[in-house]
C-alpha cells in the first residue's frame, strides 16, 4: 500500500459503495507507464500545475483546452500510472502529484521533466 494514496482492492476497483479512486501502490508504479503518462502535453500541463500548487487542486482549477470528458481521460491516466493521486472531498475530486512515491521509485525525474517542461516553455514561448 502507498502512504497517502487510497489503496486499491483485489479486484482493482473502488470498494461497492465507496467513492475512493484506485492506485497502484508505490511498488507497482513502472518508468515506461510514467513515461507514457508524461509524454501527453495535456498531461503535462497537469503535472507542471500540480508541482507548482505544492498541494492538491480540482480538475478545474487547471485550465486545460479540451473537453470535460477529455480531461477525465487524462487524469485517469495520470492516476492509473502512479503519477498523481485523487481523492473526493465532499463533492471535488483533489488531484495531488505522488511526488515522494516518484522521487523515491526515479530519483530526480520529476525534477528533470519540470526543469526540461519549462525551458521549453520560455523557448517556445509558451511560459
Known amino acids: 500500500m502507498t502512504t497517502g494514496t487510497t489503496s486499491p482492492t483485489a479486484s482493482g476497483g473502488a470498494p461497492s459503495g465507496s467513492r475512493s479512486l484506485a492506485h497502484p501502490a ?7 507507464g510514467v513515461l ?18 505544492e498541494g492538491e ?4 482549477d487547471v485550465e486545460l483546452p479540451v473537453s470535460k470528458s477529455t480531461c477525465t481521460h487524462h ?3 495520470l ?6 493521486q485523487q481523492v473526493y472531498r465532499g463533492t471535488a ?3 495531488g502529484l505522488r511526488r515522494a512515491d516518484l522521487d523515491t521509485l526515479f530519483p530526480g525525474l520529476i525534477d528533470g521533466v519540470l526543469r526540461a517542461a519549462d ?3 520560455g523557448r517556445l514561448g509558451d511560459g
Not at 508505490?26 to 518508468?31: C, K
Not at 492516476?79 to 498523481?84: D, S
Open 26 to 32: 508505490r511498488e507497482d508504479i513502472r518508468l515506461e
Open 36 to 53: 507514457h503518462a508524461l509524454a501527453d502535453p495535456m498531461r503535462l500541463r497537469i503535472v507542471c500545475a500540480l508541482a507548482a500548487a
Open 57 to 60: 487542486l480540482t480538475c478545474a
Open 75 to 77: 487524469y485517469r491516466v
Open 79 to 84: 492516476r492509473e500510472h502512479g503519477v498523481i
Open 93 to 95: 475530486k483533489m488531484n
Open 119 to 121: 525551458l521549453q516553455a
